[in-house]
T-cell receptor, first 119, second 115 residues
Framework: AQTVTQSQPEMSVQEAETVTLSCTYD???????LFWYKQPPSRQMILVIR??????QNATENRFSVNFQKAAKSFSLKISDSQLGDAAMYFC????????????????FGQGTTLQVKP | GAGVSQSPSNKVTEKGKDVELRCDPI?????LYWYRQSLGQGLEFLIY????????KSGLPSDRFSAERTGGSVSTLTIQRTQQEDSAVYLC?????????????FGEGSRLTVL
C-alpha cells in the first residue's frame, strides 16, 4: 500500500522569504501523480500544484515549485516570496495512475504541515 | 453554485444519535469521494463512487458508516449510533475521472461534533 509522510507538523516563514515543505512517499508503482493541496481555515482544499511521475521536469506554478526526486521518493514544495495569504495547512498527496477497474483514483494524503507566515 | 456543496456546515449531536451528511457534486462529475479529517490530522479515505459501478467502501471504519449516491449525483453519508471518536470534518470531493488526471474538487466539509 502507498503511504505519504510529511515530517514537519509546523513551519513558519517571514513574509517575502522562501520556505520549503517536505514530503516523502512510498510506492511500488512507476506511474503516479503527486499533489500539494492548501487548506485555509475555510476548510476547502485547494490544489496548489501537481506533478506527473513520468515527467522529469519539476512543476512550477507562479511562486510555487516542487523538487521531485523520483528515486528518493521525495516531493518537496517551495514557496517563494511568501505572502500572508499563504498561511494554511498544506497537504502532500499521492494518486495512482494505474488503469483499470481497481484504480479508484483516490488521493492518499500525508498528515499535513501548518504554515505560519509572519509579517 | 459551480462548486461541490456540502450540508450541514456544522452539526452537533449527542452520542448514540444518527446523522446524515449531504454532498452535491459538481454537475457532470462522475466520481465522488468522502474523506474524514480528524482534528489536526490528514485526510482519511472513506468511500468512492464512480458512475454506476459498485462503490469502493474499503475505507469505511465500521458498519455504523454507510453512504449512498442517488441518480449518480447527490450523495449522503450516514453515521448510525454516533460515538465521540466520530467527531471530525467530513469532506466530499468530485472529479470528472476520465479528464486527464481527474483533479479532485473539494467542498468545504461538514464539521461533526459528537457530545
Amino acid at each position: 500500500a502507498q503511504t505519504v509522510t510529511q515530517s514537519q507538523p509546523e513551519m513558519s516563514v517571514q513574509e517575502a522569504e522562501t520556505v520549503t515543505l517536505s514530503c516523502t512517499y512510498d510506492t511500488s508503482e512507476s506511474d503516479y501523480y503527486l499533489f500539494w493541496y492548501k487548506q485555509p481555515p475555510s476548510r476547502q482544499m485547494i490544489l496548489v500544484i501537481r506533478q506527473e511521475a513520468y515527467k522529469q521536469q519539476n512543476a512550477t506554478e507562479n511562486r510555487f515549485s516542487v523538487n521531485f526526486q523520483k528515486a528518493a521518493k521525495s516531493f518537496s514544495l517551495k514557496i517563494s516570496d511568501s505572502q500572508l495569504g499563504d498561511a494554511a495547512m498544506y497537504f502532500c498527496a499521492y494518486r495512482s495512475a494505474a488503469h483499470g477497474s481497481g484504480n479508484t483514483g483516490k488521493l492518499i494524503f500525508g498528515q499535513g504541515t501548518t504554515l505560519q507566515v509572519k509579517p | 453554485g459551480a462548486g461541490v456543496s456540502q450540508s450541514p456546515s456544522n452539526k452537533v449531536t449527542e452520542k448514540g444519535k444518527d446523522v446524515e451528511l449531504r454532498c452535491d457534486p459538481i454537475s457532470g462529475h462522475t466520481a465522488l469521494y468522502w474523506y474524514r479529517q480528524s482534528l489536526g490530522q490528514g485526510l482519511e479515505f472513506l468511500i468512492y463512487f464512480q458512475g454506476n459501478s459498485a462503490p469502493d467502501k474499503s475505507g469505511l471504519p465500521s458498519d455504523r458508516f454507510s453512504a449512498e449516491r442517488t441518480g449518480g449525483s447527490v450523495s449522503t453519508l450516514t453515521i448510525q449510533r454516533t460515538q465521540q471518536e466520530d467527531s471530525a470534518v467530513y469532506l466530499c470531493a468530485s472529479s470528472f475521472y476520465l479528464a486527464g488526471y481527474g483533479e479532485l474538487f473539494f467542498g468545504e466539509g461538514s464539521r461533526l461534533t459528537v457530545l
